[in-house]
């Protein structure tokens, strides 16, 4: 099947430049790779923490690789997403043919904008039109306290939160990808939320049974969480408020990690300026693509 899906290519010095899905052996050189830039690769380093291994998972999730001479030069997390790890744009052409050969759909490609915009060139070519890109999405970090002060209302999600918790999830990814996430059914999306809540990286504000404002630490290892799923309360927006909400976020996600990081949209205005007023700073650049 490996060699049908991904066989061994020409190299560009003739050594034997490669790529295939990744196995436990692997795991030590995946992990070495993605340290290369934990902020940026905290998504697949957080994969590593919680499987152990490279090897494919139980959900049907695999990793591509590409190597010259038996080393691992860059990779590609392949499930409902890709997302590259160090891939250089130019070795995109074997991944992406790889990931094309398998016949499975993806959701998105998201990642360091430069390898993202080279597999989706390649996928474009293989007849897998977006349905948008966001070529330019600024990824930003923040280590320490933040620049002002802290919300006290957020706390630690509870599961006796879900309720209230799921619809807002719901519309937070309503309104950033354009369709409900309950296309199909409710209960992966569910499962999703319930399973964040039960780690400890939801974070809620509900007041009077609304919730006012809400996030979720996406990805987490020991050296920097990924904030997702921020939302403010459309109500209640336009307040100045989603700035005291995020230093918050800060607080409670150094109980994590030192350093916190989210990605966004750079032509989301005012929610970088309110980053900007935590003392979020750009530490790299972003893109996705949405299918």
């Known amino acids: 099947m490996l060699s049908k899906a991904a066989p061994w290519l020409a190299s560009r010095n003739g050594t ?3 790529v295939r899905v990744l196995g ?3 795991t030590p050189a ?3 790779l993605a340290q290369e830039d934990p902020v940026a690769n905290v998504f697949i380093l957080a994969q590593l923490d919680s499987t152990g291994t490279a090897a494919p998972t139980s959900a049907g999730a695999s990793i591509f690789g590409v190597f010259d001479d038996g080393n ?6 392949a499930g409902a ?7 250089d744009p130019a070795l995109a052409r074997h991944v992406a043919t790889a990931a094309h050969q398998t016949g499975r759909r993806y959701a998105s490609i998201f990642g360091s904008a430069e390898s993202v915009l080279a597999l989706y060139s390649v996928f474009e070519q293989l007849g897998h039109p977006a349905h ?6 600024p990824l930003l970090a923040i280590s320490g306290s933040p620049a002002i002060g802290a919300n006290p209302a957020l706390s630690v999600a509870t599961m006796d939160d879900f309720d209230r918790l799921l619809p807002a999830c719901a519309a937070m990814f309503e309104e950033e990808v354009g369709y409900s996430p309950f296309l199909g059914g409710q209960e992966f999306y569910s499962r999703r939320v319930a399973g964040l809540i039960r780690q400890g990286h939801s974070l809620v504000h509900i007041e009077d049974g609304t919730v006012v404002f809400k996030a979720e630490l996406g990805a987490v290892t020991r050296n920097a969480t990924q904030v997702q799923g921020v939302w403010m309360n459309p109500g209640l927006r336009g307040h100045g408020r989603s700035a005291g909400y995020m230093a918050a976020v800060v607080n409670l996600s150094r109980t994590f990690a ?6 966004v949209n750079d032509y989301n205005a005012k929610a970088r ?5 935590v003392g979020f700073e750009q530490v790299g650049t972003f893109a996705t693509v949405l299918f």
């Open 16 to 18: 034997g430049l490669g």
């Open 24 to 26: 436990s052996a692997d």
């Open 30 to 32: 995946l992990r070495a």
């Open 72 to 77: 691992l030069l860059g990779a590609c997390w």
């Open 81 to 87: 997403n890709l997302v590259p790890i160090q891939l």
């Open 132 to 137: 948008e890109v966001r070529s330019c999405q």
């Open 258 to 263: 030192p350093v916190t990081s989210l990605y």
């Open 273 to 277: 300026a309110a980053y900007e007023r």
